[in-house]
């Protein structure tokens, strides 16, 4: 909540959660469509080379590939990052002695990321059953925080507090772009919706499977996610201690001022430290599938190396490996720089959203061009399917200009939103190696369901 709370206030965080769920779900059925025609655990670069113009269908893809895989490096990232922090901030709300280090929740940080890759290697065949108990426990505990919120806060803030509150934190002048910094905390919570493409390959029916959970996923989650915002909103009191805690977190100085009681608060915020550190083992899986899919059509480096599934558990386990060490250098950001948590959040939101954006958009350049070559899957939007293209086209292209900016006024070296500049070299990366190697050898993507191989590019 740390982003919307300083900028932009109640204000923000209600009518920001109201748009982004309208321009997501607008997003998701709109992936959901080309998941239903195209089933692969490659995703969105996958949908661009199919659906774009065959003219540009390989550089496009490519980038496309570059930018999902580099979007699921930092959404993987973000949830340890929230355990490993809050658990700092849970130390600091019960020990004011506490001298607080950014590198000791780089530490924890890590921690959480070789939970996870134990998991995701050595206990592959539990994953599945983790993954159901993280949604069972994601629902529980959902109840339990709402209900103690509700039932326990001393005082109630008024309506006018909670739908016209407008608060600045950030030293920007314009409003305007305040309310829109304030975005991240909304777009960020219904992000990652993706995730079950990039397990296709897994799946019986993906083509019904997929757009299923990118959907009901989303539906679940806001009306979760709206409900538990509104309940701390009206129970959270003064806001000025929210945003002025020296835990770092908002939410839990918000847990405390509503119990009057460290345990409880203790308590609370445990709570959602572990569904972050649940959270993490599936995310490192979906992002090393996509690391796994882009070096398998050799666009990445050492694609045979990097491609290798392990005959023995049936998983890419290099992948898996290579990923949790990117994400261990990301968490290097967090000792260079006090809002590395925002880049990374950033960097989480602005990626998956620019991989969205490409196939969203190739898919509504062929309804419109070539509608009789499409082939659709068991899920469509007909007639509406323009009108939720252009909506997710405009909100996609709001959400990555205005997440790149700095989070605070004046910039400097140790506020600065480092996320531009590491999407920035990703993209230049990316740039390079299809010049020098990936323009010979890339020829679009494959994929196999349940070890049946498809071939590559089919669209004309």
Same mark, same amino acid.
């Given at each position: 909540m740390a982003a919307g709370l300083l900028s932009g206030g109640p204000v923000s965080l209600v009518y920001g959660f109201i748009l982004a769920f309208t321009g997501t779900i607008a997003t998701a059925l709109s992936l959901s469509e080309a998941a239903s025609?195209?089933?692969?655990?490659?995703?969105?670069?996958?949908?661009?080379?199919?659906?774009?113009?065959s003219s540009i269908a390989r550089p496009l893809s490519w980038a496309a590939g570059w930018v999902t895989m580099f979007g699921w490096q930092s959404v993987a990232a973000s949830a340890p990052f929230l355990a490993g922090t809050m658990i700092q901030g849970l130390i600091v709300l019960n020990d004011p002695s506490y001298i607080y280090q950014r590198w000791h929740g780089t530490l924890l940080y890590w921690a959480v990321l070789v939970l996870s890759l134990a998991v995701n290697v050595l206990g592959i065949r539990i994953l599945p059953h983790v993954e159901n108990a993280s949604m069972v /426990?994601?629902?529980?505990?959902?109840?339990?925080? /709402?209900?103690v919120i509700v039932a326990v806060s001393p005082t109630k803030n008024s309506a006018s507090f909670v739908f016209t509150d407008f608060e600045n934190q950030t030293g920007w002048t314009s409003s305007g772009i305040v309310w829109c910094l304030?975005?991240?905390s909304s777009s960020y919570v219904l992000v990652g919706y993706d995730a079950a493409a990039? /397990?296709?390959?897994?799946?019986?029916?993906?083509?019904v499977g997929v757009p299923r959970a990118m959907i009901g996923s989303l539906v679940l989650n806001g009306v979760l996610g709206f409900a538990f915002l509104l309940?701390? /909103?009206?129970?959270m009191g003064d806001i000025s201690s929210a945003y002025a805690t020296q835990t770092g977190f908002p939410i839990i100085q918000i847990f405390y001022t509503v119990t009057g009681s460290l345990g409880a608060a203790s308590a609370m915020t445990t709570a959602v430290i572990l569904m972050a550190s649940l959270a993490t083992i599936p995310l490192v899986a979906s992002a090393s599938r996509t690391l796994w899919a882009l070096a398998r059509d050799s666009a990445f480096p050492f694609p045979a190396w990097l491609s290798h599934?392990?005959?023995?558990?049936?998983?890419p386990t290099r992948a898996i490996w290579v990923t949790t060490v990117f994400l261990m250098l990301l968490g290097l950001l967090n000792i260079a720089a006090t809002t590395a948590f925002n880049a990374i959040l950033s960097l989480a939101v602005v990626g998956l959203y620019l991989s969205y954006l490409l196939p969203v958009a190739v898919i509504l350049w062929r309804r419109i061009k070539r509608p009789d070559s499409l082939r659709w899957g068991p899920f469509k939007l007909g007639q509406w399917g323009i009108a939720l293209n252009v909506t997710s086209i405009i909100y996609t292209v709001f959400c990555c200009v205005f997440l790149l900016f700095p989070p605070y006024r004046p910039v400097t070296a140790m506020n600065f939103n480092y996320a531009s500049v590491v999407l920035g070299g990703v993209l230049l990366l990316s740039a390079v190696y299809w010049f020098i190697r990936g323009r010979k050898v890339y020829t679009g993507p494959a994929c196999e369901i349940l070890g049946r191989a498809v071939s590559n590019i089919s669209y004309a």
């Open positions: 025609m195209i089933p692969s655990a490659g995703g969105q670069y996958h949908y661009v080379a199919e659906l774009s113009p /426990l994601h629902v529980v505990l959902f109840l339990v925080l /709402l209900i304030g975005m991240l990039h /397990l296709s390959e897994e799946m019986s029916d993906p083509a309940a701390v /909103l009206f129970c599934v392990d005959e023995k558990r049936g998983i």
